[in-house]
């Protein structure tokens, strides 16, 4: 238990970076081994990104609205047409009683009889220009695409305060945004409305009510997107995910109206922020890291039960405080080092726990926050080295006696699609991979294998029967560099062609290496290998980082994977990848279509957020197959997922 900051819980083996000295720098401490007499390790540098875009056709593009479809006639007169027709009336006779004409009656007829009369449609997103609308909402619409600046920080930022989004009483297509100030808290509603305009182009009116002064608009387009980037309630409330990778001014303004519409600034430097949200809570108190304060986050426990001017209200049980203080005049239990903070800890205990435990894989590097403490994850060095590098040990508690049988099972529980084969190298342990692939395959799951490509005809042979998919890690396209990992380049090679000739769907990764193999020839020879066997291939060109007792490299930028990517593209490759730096490779995520280049699967690292192939594994736009291998029901692939490992035992 730190100072200023919720409880952190670990394994006794999980490794933190602690001091029990603030002149000496953290080092990684077994959670075993803290004492009172500890501090851990915040870090106080961090960088900001680039300018980001709200696009909201992607954001709203699973939304339907269902609205009236208009008819001239009443449904009690559609169903006297029909008993008149089954009476044998003429549409002649039917028109001249109701007034219509005879065309008329056999149009109602015919939709009738085939279900097409419906008083309601379905209706989703509809673009005009660089607007975008739903069916049946006034025009215009809210503009696609949307910059986030200072002045949509601020409307983000007060709206998590003080807004909401309800659906209209009158008309029950449409969403109400509200804001709702103090009866003297003018300035911040005609701000609001102000803001509505700039980033919505949507005009709000002022609405005096007895204990209140609200900002209320009506746009369906408008209140649905606020409230799948920020919440709709005030317990759901979140910060925007565009603010965590936001440049420093755009930061800063979205916390500073989050502060002015639910907060309090203090003499002394002391700010303060109250929300019944945790989500909301945890991420303001991460921004105000960043902008470098150490933020204090406290959860208060209340009754479900309020009063509210002499009127019992139901209450959120939780109420978050985040304090913060923006000049160094009070004095805290905090020590500062040039690159940490450092937390005095509170206290440490034990408690028994029976159940699964959590472990993140960080995608870009080995140490990563909990709780807003830098700690250490054992990555994939720790895996592969089980029980052969002591520094592995702890791998050891992961060995399990395993069935085929349970770990279809598993792969059932976790709701998998495929089983996969890696660490370590699989090709020297087929055969206990076979027997898993043949349980895999009976319960219809595919089968793949990760590999170092190394293989021989021989191995090939005996496990193509029960795999689809062949990944092979192409590290270098020089001798001399496979040779100080203990390989031989031409032997890859060679693998890499074999397994394509025995008809598997093989990709291609490449770990980009700072001075190891990143030169624009290696780029090319690789490249140029892969098109000269086919251009279909899938070359993934993915990003170092420092691991294990290979910390000599700088990590890899994402500038150097845009150009490794370039080079794939331009040596004909038609599906090249640049991955493991999620939001910072441009288009370089998404697959296309080569004919006519539309965008058929969106992704942000291991998340897809569109998949847009059909049953066929075709393009919707120009009917051009896609090689690769696809689900038969476009349907079942899982959208906006955890994009993380699940824990299975």
């Not at 755009?250 to 309090?264: E, I, K, S, T």
């Not at 949200?277 to 945890?282: E, G, H, N, P």
């Not at 479900?304 to 002499?310: A, C, E, F, H, M």
């Not at 290496?513 to 780029?523: C, R, T």
Request: charged letters at 20%; glycine letters at 6%.
């Amino acid at each position: 238990q730190p100072y200023y900051l919720p409880a952190l819980q670990c394994t006794p083996d999980h490794r933190l970076y602690a001091t029990d000295n603030p002149i000496h720098p953290p080092k990684l401490t077994r959670a075993a081994e803290l004492t009172q007499e500890h501090y851990l390790a915040i870090p106080r540098h961090y960088s900001f990104s680039s300018p980001q875009t709200i696009h909201v056709a992607e954001i709203l593009s699973g939304h339907t609205t269902e609205y009236r479809t208009p008819w001239k006639i009443s449904a009690d007169e559609v169903q006297a047409i029909m008993q008149e027709t089954s009476a044998g009336r003429s549409s002649r006779e039917i028109g001249m009683r109701l007034g219509k004409h005879p065309a008329y009656i056999r149009h109602i007829r015919s939709k009738f009889r085939r279900g097409t009369i419906n008083a309601s449609r379905i209706g989703t997103l509809v673009m005009e220009g660089e607007s975008v609308r739903f069916p049946n909402e006034h025009r215009p619409g809210i503009p696609d695409s949307i910059q986030i600046d200072e002045k949509v920080a601020r409307l983000f930022g007060l709206y998590c305060a003080e807004g909401s989004v309800v659906r209209s009483k009158t008309r029950p297509n449409s969403l109400v945004i509200n804001f709702s100030f103090a009866p003297d808290e003018t300035h911040y509603a005609e701000e609001v409305q102000q803001l509505l305009k700039h980033a919505f182009k949507l005009e709000a009116c002022l609405v005096r009510r007895e204990t209140t002064l609200a900002v209320a608009a009506t746009k369906a387009s408008a209140g649905l997107l606020l409230k799948a980037l920020a919440g709709g309630r005030a317990s759901e409330k979140r910060v925007p995910k565009y603010f965590y990778d936001a440049p420093e001014p755009v930061v800063r303004a979205f916390l500073d109206a989050l502060v002015d519409g639910d907060g309090h600034r203090y003499a002394q430097g002391k700010v303060s922020f109250t929300t019944v949200s945790r989500d909301l809570a945890y991420g303001a108190a991460w921004l105000a890291l960043k902008l470098g304060y150490v933020p204090s986050l406290s959860d208060s426990s209340m009754s479900s039960r309020g009063t509210v001017q002499g009127r019992e209200v139901n209450r959120s049980a939780h109420q978050y405080s985040v304090v913060w203080y923006e000049n160094n005049s009070t004095s805290r239990k905090i020590s500062e080092s040039e690159d940490y903070h450092l937390i005095p800890l509170r206290n440490v205990q034990r408690l028994e726990y029976d159940g699964d435990v959590f472990n993140m894989e960080v995608q870009s590097e080995h140490n990563y926050l909990a709780g807003f403490f830098l700690v250490s994850n054992c990555q994939n060095w720790l895996t592969s080295q089980a029980m052969r590098d002591p520094a592995s040990d702890a791998a050891a508690q992961f060995v399990k006696r395993m069935t085929p049988e349970r770990m279809v099972q598993l792969a059932r529980q976790t709701k998998a699609s495929v089983v996969v084969s890696s660490y370590n190298e699989p090709l020297i342990t087929s055969e206990w991979a076979v027997e898993i692939f043949k349980a895999a395959r009976d319960a219809g799951l595919m089968c793949a294998y990760v590999s170092n490509g190394n293989n021989t005809p021989e191995v090939i042979d005996y496990i193509r029967p029960y795999i689809s998919a062949y990944k092979v890690d192409l590290k270098s396209m020089q001798d001399k560099n496979y040779r100080k990992l203990g390989g031989v380049l031409q032997n890859t090679l060679d693998g890499i062609q074999r397994a394509r000739q025995a008809g598997l769907w093989v990709e291609i990764v490449t770990l980009i290496i700072p001075g190891f193999n990143d030169s624009n020839d290696e780029l090319w020879d690789a490249a140029r290998f892969l098109a000269g066997i086919s251009t279909d291939i899938p070359w993934h060109v993915t990003a170092f980082h420092k691991d294990y007792k290979m910390t000599d490299p700088d990590n890899t930028d994402a500038r150097t994977l845009l150009r490794a990517a370039e080079i794939g593209r331009e040596a004909g490759l038609k599906y090249v990848y640049a991955g493991n730096l999620p939001g910072q490779v441009e288009e370089h995520e998404d697959t296309f279509c080569p004919n006519c280049q539309a965008r058929l699967i969106r992704r942000r690292g291991y998340v897809i957020t569109e998949y847009r192939l059909n049953a066929q594994g075709q393009c919707p736009q120009c009917g051009r197959a896609v090689p690769g291998l696809w689900p038969s029901d476009p349907s079942a692939v899982g959208l906006n997922g955890v994009g993380m490992p699940l824990p299975v035992l």
